[in-house]
């Protein structure tokens, strides 16, 4: 996708392949940065780089940047083409299906064949008399094989003298298959009989008689199993707007000479004419030229209550008719429509956000060097000693072995999985490492407000009668006449009569009158339940009463529905978006984390302001469009905030995948939940502050796990470099490690939510 902007500028989006961890990323932005006229940022979790270069740079000049550091790059497919179909992406790589089944082909095949190598390398019981070339043919096609993506990414990142996770895992695996070989071959360990004695003593040897078969086939599947992981999380990265887009009518009635004709909806031409019944998805974006209904359109612009149209308005594609037919003309389509704009909205805010380095890859950049010339300092220092040739290999051997992270492949992969195996039981999903860090640094929550603070449904609020009316009889005709229409507040109406008196009777007649109300007659009763309006045309006034009322209703928001019957106004009702009876606990226990809560909501304000009033949130944005609540939550970002953002609807998609934490309802929309990092699954608000808990107890875990990892290989590395270090003490330790890591992920399996 290339678009020309003003000021003889162009703006490309290219599909970047071959990207490991997120230094990846960086290296190719700071490579295209490099180049006159660009501006360039790449996103690790959507693999793709948006770019704006002067007219003078070709694209494929900024595809030959890409390639030259290491990695490839085309224009992405073209629309329509499902992300996840198992067709090759534009990077000329793998489409994410084909990543994802060849890495788990790799994993299982390691784990198979690593079981048996680590089994009877560290059991003597197991060691019969050539174990040793068994272990070598099991450890090799793991070690070559499966650990392939690593050595790829290693040598790519040595031609560029970087140095990552990839870089340690291939050069202590490697370290310690061809030792391995060496000693099978031209040293002692090949030879009849020969065993690994589990003795954890410290003491010099020359190495010819040790092999270090399943520390390599160990640490790589292990490293195998956090990327497959991983990637299965990374695989979503381009749901949201897949989720959007299919949000959209599939196919339309389209009006042709008179007859409707069914067609697909990416048929419609700007001037079409179609047909909208009740129930059904406006097509795409038009203007009303037949009929009149109730618009439920919520899921685009959070207002709550649904909006009246008649010929001449304007309705928005995807959202639902929830009235009467329509007939509508269609006024953009396609790529233009808003459901399109909101789309790019998303992908544009996940494009600009920012990618989290890895903690490990951070380390390992200062790591790894220090390790490489840790062993070149041994091997050159026992040289000189005159020790021989064999044990300054062995030495420096050592050094990259115990060095190879073990531990540190655990660290991330297992305190994720108790994490989110955990939050799964109180239903909260966490996507995956990537969303944790911003947790610890969050300050401030955003939160829309249909359908997350609010049930996002409507219900009656009050009941207020005139003098001497009874309030059953008010609901019992009321709810009989409201029972029969399909809108939305109607509905409400005769749900809350039914809970309240029972079986409802049936109108003997009924009529709809567009756009005020409804009419008929009810066990003998001329009635009329709608606005005020209605009753203005049969001469019918509402007393004081229910006109202080009424006002009163308006001011707060709610939408108030008078019910007449007889000539006589009888009663009002009160229709509003409920408050959800957790929500005021939820943003008590959201500022106990030391968040500020604000209430961002495209309703009115009035609206706005008596929902936030109830729950306790004193700042309020309201009356705003989707691409206002992008702009809202950039806002806040630019005064030096870390946002999170708590939303259900697909007009809170862009701002979700904008926001430092996006948590969405787990019963809103899939647009929503895909654009997220964290998924409240019931719905109930008090779940944010729980989810937020955890996230940050799952970081906290993975720390603690990296700094244990690091810190074991750390304090061994001076008895590698002594030539101290006997292949079961190295063992051990590994194991040790390894243990420390599972034991401490295993903690988060007692985190308790609030009471």
């Known amino acids: 996708m290339t678009t020309t902007t003003p000021g003889r500028t162009a703006e490309v989006e290219l599909a970047i392949g071959g990207m490991t961890c997120a230094s990846c990323a960086a290296r190719i932005e700071k490579k295209l940065n490099r180049m006159e006229g660009v501006e360039a940022t790449v996103n690790y979790a959507t693999e793709k780089a948006k770019v704006t270069f002067a007219d003078d740079v070709a694209v494929d000049d900024l595809i030959a940047t890409v390639e030259r550091t290491g990695y490839s790059a085309a224009p992405p497919a073209p629309a329509g083409t499902a992300a996840g179909d198992g067709q090759e992406d534009g990077a000329g790589g793998q489409g994410p299906h084909d990543e994802l089944r060849t890495l788990r082909q790799r994993l299982f095949g390691s784990l198979a064949l690593s079981v048996p190598v680590i089994a009877m390398a560290m059991a003597p019981a197991l060691q019969f008399e050539y174990w040793q070339w068994l272990s070598l043919t099991l450890a090799a096609p793991v070690v070559v094989w499966g650990a392939w993506p690593f050595h790829k990414a290693a040598w790519t990142n040595a031609r560029h003298g970087a140095a990552t996770m990839d870089t340690l895992i291939s050069v202590g695996t490697t370290a310690a298959f061809l030792w391995s070989l060496w000693a099978l071959f031209f040293g002692t360990a090949g030879e009849p009989g020969m065993t690994h004695p589990f003795e954890l003593t410290i003491a010099r040897g020359d190495g010819s008689g040790n092999i270090y078969l399943e520390a390599a086939a160990g640490v790589t599947t292990f490293i195998l199993a956090g990327r497959y992981f991983e990637a299965k999380s990374k695989r979503k990265a381009g749901a949201a707007l897949r989720a959007l887009m299919e949000l959209g009518a599939k196919e339309v009635a389209v009006l042709r000479d008179g007859r409707e004709e069914r067609v697909p909806v990416d048929r419609l031409a700007v001037g079409d004419r179609f047909v909208v019944r009740p129930g059904e998805k406006i097509a795409t974006d038009g203007t009303v030229v037949e009929g009149a209904s109730a618009v439920d359109a919520s899921m685009l612009t959070g207002e709550s209550v649904p909006v009246e149209v008649t010929v001449g308005d304007a309705v928005t594609g995807a959202t639902v008719n929830a009235g009467g037919r329509l007939v509508v003309e269609a006024t953009r389509v396609g790529s233009d429509t808003q459901l399109a704009r909101m789309a790019r909205l998303v992908e544009d805010a996940q494009n600009g956000k920012a990618a989290v380095q890895r903690l490990a890859d951070r380390i390992s950049g200062i790591f790894v060097p220090v390790v490489i010339a840790l062993s070149l300092g041994t091997l050159g220092f026992w040289l000189g000693t005159g020790d021989g040739i064999s044990a300054a290999f062995t030495a420096a051997v050592a050094v990259l072995i115990i060095a190879c992270p073990c531990a540190l492949g655990l660290a991330t992969p297992t ?341």
């Open 415 to 755: 305190a994720l999985m108790v994490g989110t195996g955990r939050g799964a039981q109180l239903g909260i999903l966490i996507k995956g490492p990537e969303v944790l860090e911003s947790t610890r640094k969050v300050d401030t929550v955003v939160l829309d407000k249909t359908g997350t603070v609010t049930t996002g449904t409507m219900s009656l609020h009050a009941l207020h009668t005139a003098d001497g009316e009874d309030e059953e009889a008010v609901l019992r005709l009321a709810g009989a006449l409201e029972h029969a229409s399909e809108h939305p507040i109607a509905q409400a109406v005769a749900a809350a009569a039914a809970d309240r008196v029972g079986p409802l009777p049936v109108p003997e007649d009924f009529a709809n009158v567009p756009g005020l109300g409804v009419q008929g007659v009810v066990e003998g009763h001329a009635v009329l339940v709608g606005r005020q309006q209605l009753l203005a045309e049969w001469a019918i006034t509402l007393p004081a009463g229910l006109a202080a009322a009424k006002e009163r209703s308006e001011q707060a928001g709610r939408t108030a529905i008078a019910v007449a019957w007889d000539g006589e106004a009888r009663a009002l009702l009160e229709v509003a978006d409920a408050v959800k009876p957790t929500s005021a606990q939820a943003i008590r226990r959201l500022r106990d984390l030391g968040l500020t809560p604000i209430l961002l909501t495209g309703d009115n304000k009035a609206v706005a302001q008596t929902v936030a009033a109830e729950v306790g949130i004193d700042e309020v944005i309201a009356e705003v469009l989707p691409e206002d609540k992008v702009e809202a939550v950039k806002r806040l970002q630019a005064e030096g905030r870390t946002v999170a953002m708590v939303g259900d609807g697909v007009n809170d998609a862009a701002a979700l995948a904008q926001a430092d934490l996006g948590l969405a309802i787990g019963t809103g929309t899939d647009a929503a939940i895909e654009a997220a990092d964290l998924t409240l699954v019931n719905g109930d608000l008090r779940a944010a502050p729980d989810a937020i808990r955890l996230a940050r107890s799952t970081l906290s875990t993975i720390k603690t796990n990296l700094a244990w990892a690091f810190g074991y290989n750390t304090a061994a590395l001076p008895l590698a470099a002594a030539g101290l270090l006997n292949p079961m003490l190295a063992g051990a330790a590994m194991a040790f490690s390894s243990v420390s890591v599972v034991a401490n992920s295993l903690r988060l399996r007692r985190f308790r939510p609030l009471g």
